[in-house]
């Protein structure tokens, strides 16, 4: 993606917030589980939460949560799904927490949004010694011949960077982390991958990948075409054209600790 769109893509999702609330995958909690195992304590923040989709695994898990997200029509999503959970106003950028009040920072398909020059000393201020800092991403397995298909079809727009385990492996090995001078504060990055799945119809899938940046800021003719495209192959495949089918998933995280 061009430096120029970065923003454009990163603020889109506001549009379709009720959409992303409605359609978008949780996480695994073997892969939350793993991000957090090594964290000091239980106080987690969701950071670039969006509609809570994470925060939702992270309370279920039982840790203190505390979402940070820069949208109003995303947090106001999450306030109302989640009305008990502390939900702020604030950015990767300008988190809105004091020095040292939480164990962990997790990111839910979002921290490659931030600019982490900016981003990284924020993250290790508010992190407590030995913190963890997490991002978490889930991904079509393209193992399964007909999503390997879905992905050709749909188009980088659909299916882009990070949303198979391949390209996420590549992409995200020394992408994504704190910066220099602030990377100095933090040690050797971890990968790990854990089978994630969640149950989809044609058209419930479509709605899904309508919720994705690169379609959101399509022009409406392209968008109209892309989507029509994928609901046919969806329609003539024998795997997902009658009813409700398992979409195969892996929630891949990419982990490093605060020193």
């Known amino acids: 993606?061009?430096?120029?769109?970065?923003?454009?893509?990163?603020?889109?999702f506001g549009a379709a917030a009720v959409e992303y609330a409605a359609h978008r995958?949780?996480?695994?909690?073997?892969?939350?589980?793993?991000a957090l195992a090594p964290a000091p304590g239980p106080r987690v923040l969701d950071l670039g939460a969006g509609t809570g989709k994470l925060t939702g695994t992270l309370v279920a898990l039982g840790a203190e949560a505390v979402a940070v997200e820069p949208d109003p029509a995303m947090l106001g999503e999450l306030r109302r799904s989640l009305p008990h959970v502390r939900a702020l106003r604030g950015s990767a950028e300008a988190i809105p927490l004091p020095d040292a009040s939480v164990d962990a920072v997790l990111a839910g398909n979002a921290m490659h949004w931030f600019d982490m020059a900016v981003a990284g000393p924020e993250i290790a201020r508010v992190l407590a010694p030995d913190g963890i800092l997490a991002g978490l991403w889930n991904l079509l397995d393209d193992r399964t011949g007909w999503v390997a298909e879905l992905a050709r079809v749909g188009g980088g727009a659909a299916v882009g960077p990070r949303d198979t385990p391949a390209a996420w492996r590549t992409e995200t090995a020394g992408m994504?982390?704190?910066?220099?001078?602030?990377?100095?504060?933090?040690?050797?990055?971890?990968?790990?991958e854990f089978p994630h799945a969640q149950r989809r119809t044609a058209d419930s899938l479509v709605a899904t990948l309508a919720t994705r940046a690169g379609?959101?800021?399509?022009?409406?003719?392209?968008?109209?075409?892309?989507?029509?495209?994928?609901?046919?192959?969806?329609?003539?495949?024998?795997?997902?054209?009658?009813?409700?089918?398992?979409?195969?998933?892996?929630?891949?995280?990419?982990?490093v600790r605060r020193l």
């Open 215 to 255: 379609v959101l800021v399509m022009p409406e003719p392209e968008r109209a075409a892309t989507l029509d495209r994928i609901r046919a192959f969806l329609a003539g495949a024998a795997d997902t054209a009658r009813g409700e089918f398992t979409l195969p998933m892996l929630t891949g995280v990419l982990r």
């Open 1 to 12: 993606m061009d430096h120029d769109e970065r923003p454009a893509h990163a603020s889109s």
């Open 176 to 192: 994504h982390l704190p910066e220099p001078p602030a990377a100095a504060r933090f040690g050797s990055p971890e990968q790990a």
């Open 25 to 34: 995958p949780d996480y695994a909690q073997a892969a939350v589980g793993w």
